[in-house]
């Protein structure tokens, strides 16, 4: 504690520094030129709009998501739109094998991977929770199981590019959130897994970054229809969003904030629990962070 009385001012200004200052690197989109990306859940929404924007930039674009009709039309959009290369793997990240399998196979087709950009959801109703445990162990599955073995199974490809793992959140991720509880829960999992292997990262220098994306209500169809009725925010547009993600992601930021709702960035970034996290390090043998 008195270590926390002395030096809280001082970690303060450091935080708040550090706060003002990380924002000012600017995003050029030649960052992404050449760059090997996959995008996951592209075949519609956010993800659709990724892939358009990483294509028009000139990187080589790697999509998946279960409707191959929808990905073959993005794949050949990709190539006039100008990515140095465009291919589509069609399949379920239900399938744990599948997800570790395609990241091996995105590999072998573009010779490499720079950006993993996770992004895939269950289809997600709006309603009170009514005990379908099936559908929370679902949710947890595909929202968030999936998202950790498709980053373990590319992780030694974006060890030797200094790569980076976008991974795409929601306000609902951070705050309590009713109507969507299973998806909410999904969504703070990852906080606690990618947050805490970030340290891990940080520790033992692995130069692989990580961008949780907090995001409100975009106006992909899905999430307009799930709210319609329900809930009656405004929605940010999806195009901005989806670049306003590539951006967080080449400038290797820990966390995006996109919402149309007012003050949502600044409430909802915590300013005491980046203080505990960077203070609660010291406790540790730093030795016991290195595998093997
Ligand atoms: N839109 C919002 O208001 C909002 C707000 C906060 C956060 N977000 C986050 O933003 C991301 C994108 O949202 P969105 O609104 O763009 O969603 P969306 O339009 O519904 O797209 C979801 C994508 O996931 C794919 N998908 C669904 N089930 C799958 C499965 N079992 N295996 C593999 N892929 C699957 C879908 O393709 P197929 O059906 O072809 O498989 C689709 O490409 C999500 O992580 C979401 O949580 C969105
Ligand atoms: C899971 O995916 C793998 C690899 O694509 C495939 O061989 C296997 O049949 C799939 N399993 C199921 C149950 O669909
Ligand atoms: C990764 O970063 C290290 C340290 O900055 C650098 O020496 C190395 O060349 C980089 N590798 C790639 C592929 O960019
Ligand atoms: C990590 O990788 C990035 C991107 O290649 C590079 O700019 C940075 O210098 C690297 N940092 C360290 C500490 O190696």
């Known amino acids: 504690m008195a270590f926390m009385k002395n030096y809280l001012f001082l970690i303060l200004g450091i935080f708040l520094a550090y706060y003002f200052y990380s924002d000012n690197e600017e995003f050029r989109p030649g960052m992404l030129k050449g760059k090997k990306v ?3 859940g592209a075949s519609k929404g956010i993800g659709k709009e990724m892939a358009y924007h990483l294509a028009k930039m000139g990187a080589h674009v790697m999509v998946t998501a279960r409707s191959e009709e929808a990905l073959r039309k993005i794949v050949s959009d990709c190539l006039e739109y100008g990515a140095a290369s465009a291919h589509y793997i069609a399949g379920t990240m239900e399938n744990m094998t599948f997800a570790e399998q395609f990241v091996a196979k995105a590999e072998k087709i573009m010779g490499g991977i720079d950006m993993l950009i996770l992004n895939h959801i269950i289809s997600t109703p709006m309603q009170p929770f009514a ?30 590019s200094n790569g980076s793992i976008v991974v795409v959140s929601s306000m609902a991720g951070k705050m309590a959130s009713p109507l969507i509880a299973s998806y909410s829960a999904s969504k703070f999992a990852l906080d606690g897994f990618f947050s805490s292997i970030r340290k891990e990262y940080l520790v033992a220098k692995v130069n692989v970054s990580i961008t949780l994306c907090i995001l409100g209500l975009i106006n992909t169809d899905s999430a307009m229809k799930a709210s319609s009725g329900v809930f009656n925010a405004e929605a940010a547009p999806k195009e901005d969003c989806a670049l306003e993600i590539i951006k967080g992601g080449a400038l290797r930021r820990e966390e995006v904030y996109y919402s149309k709702l007012a003050w949502s960035s600044l409430l909802l970034r915590n300013p005491g629990r980046t203080i505990l996290e960077y203070l609660s390090l010291r406790y540790y043998n730093k030795d016991k962070f290195i595998n093997n």
């Open 38 to 40: 996959i995008v996951t």
């Open 131 to 160: 005990g379908d445990i099936h559908f929370v162990r679902k949710s947890m599955e595909i929202n968030y199981i999936s998202y950790v073995v498709l980053s373990t199974a590319a992780l030694p490809m974006l060890k030797q």
